[in-house]
């Protein structure tokens, strides 16, 4: 079955810290990739997302993630995390699901990383 | 209003009561979702629909119906409610379908007894 993996449950880090956040996803096909980011009490925000051409994406505040094929994953990274960055951050994949009529997508989440980022 | 409305904010309920959650956008999307969120699990899609009159069953749909009468709204409904169906719920949009970005409401916090 597709699935996504995000390796860090939780994450601590002290501010100006370099963040990187696993994801690997098992579909073979094609796929879009998206990172979302839920900072506490707020609802799911769109960081940034891959669908074609250059495999190294950047989002916004500074995000940036790169596709790489051969290993099936979309790691998130950051060259200094600030104490705002803390949340929680979820990597999703777009890819055809069995429970959805034939040809369609579905999103696949994976089950976050929590960032913890001390001043 | 911008983007997507749920309601309630938060519920307790009690096991076998009826709840219907709320969701409306007004972004002129095509497709809707519902996910549930419960710790360690991520977002789950419960039920979708492409496009208004047309809805499915995404990865955890029993205990839960939809309806998409219209373009703006889709409704969740818990005929039922069973503890296990504590979580929150999050509504969202796309425009064209799961090739898209897909825009988040702010959720709403279920509580079954």
């Known amino acids: 079955a597709q699935s996504v993996s995000q390796h860090n449950h939780h994450v601590i880090l002290s501010e100006a810290a370099s963040l990187e956040l696993g994801c690997n996803y098992s579909?073979?096909?094609?796929?879009?990739l998206f990172w979302y980011v839920q900072y506490p009490g707020q609802h799911l925000q769109l960081l940034l997302k891959?669908?074609?051409?250059?495999?190294l994406v950047k989002g916004i505040k500074g995000f940036e993630a790169e596709f790489i094929k051969s290993k099936f994953s979309f790691n998130l990274r950051k060259p200094s995390v600030q104490w705002s960055d803390t949340a929680e951050y979820f990597c999703a994949v777009n890819a055809p699901r069995r429970y959805m009529d034939t040809g369609r997508r579905a999103l696949t989440f994976g089950s976050g990383t929590r960032l913890q980022v001390q001043p | 209003i911008a983007g997507i409305t749920q309601a309630p904010t938060s519920q307790i309920l009690a096991a076998g009561r009826r709840m219907t959650l709320r969701c409306t956008q007004d972004m002129r999307h095509n497709a809707m979702y519902w996910y549930r969120q419960d710790l360690g699990l991520g977002l789950r899609l419960i039920h979708y629909?492409?496009?208004?009159?047309?809805?499915g069953k995404g990865e955890v749909p029993d205990g839960y119906s939809v309806s998409r009468a219209n373009t703006d709204d889709f409704p969740l409904t818990l005929a039922s409610a069973v503890p296990s169906q504590t979580s929150v719920y999050f509504c969202?949009?796309?425009?064209?379908?799961?090739?898209?970005?897909?825009?988040f409401g702010p959720g709403t916090r279920l509580t079954v007894l």
């Open positions: 579909y073979g096909g094609t796929v879009n």
């Open positions: 629909s492409n496009t208004a009159g047309t809805t």
């Open positions: 969202a949009s796309s425009e064209q379908g799961a090739i898209d970005e897909q825009f």
């Open positions: 891959y669908f074609s051409g250059d495999p």
